[in-house]
């Protein structure tokens, strides 16, 4: 089992950045996969960026590619979201979640989540 505890989200306006935190619990930590998603109202949740266990691969979605950066600290047990560039169109509820698997871009491998934080992207 994971907790995890997302924080950093809040208003920013276009252009500007956010860093994202997720705290994580577990000894387990260490040997599972993590990613972040995002939900904006009305639209299904997707996967925006992931990393394997050790950290030494990494995928991002289209969207977010060139923009966003997906980091984890194992030794603090945390993940991290840096996002730069912000677009209108990043305004979602972001989640940090953690799966099973060591590595893994499958969204429905993902099986502990976090409560979620609110980025809104001002035009």
């Known amino acids: 089992q994971v907790q995890l505890v997302e924080s950093g989200g809040g208003l920013v306006q276009a252009g500007g950045s956010l860093r994202l935190s997720c705290a994580a619990s577990g000894r387990t930590f260490s040997s599972i996969a993590m990613g972040w998603f995002r939900q904006a109202p009305g639209k299904e949740r997707m996967l925006v960026a992931a990393i394997n266990w050790s950290g030494d691969r990494i995928w991002y979605a289209d969207s977010v590619k060139g923009r966003f950066t997906i980091s984890r600290d194992n030794a603090k047990n945390m993940v991290y979201g840096q996002m730069n560039s912000l677009k209108p169109e990043d305004t979602a509820v972001y989640y940090c979640?953690?799966?099973?698997?060591?590595?893994?871009?499958?969204?429905?491998?993902?099986?502990?989540w976090g409560q979620g934080t609110q980025v809104t992207v001002s035009s």
């Open positions: 979640a953690a799966s099973r698997m060591r590595s893994t871009i499958n969204p429905r491998s993902y099986d502990y």
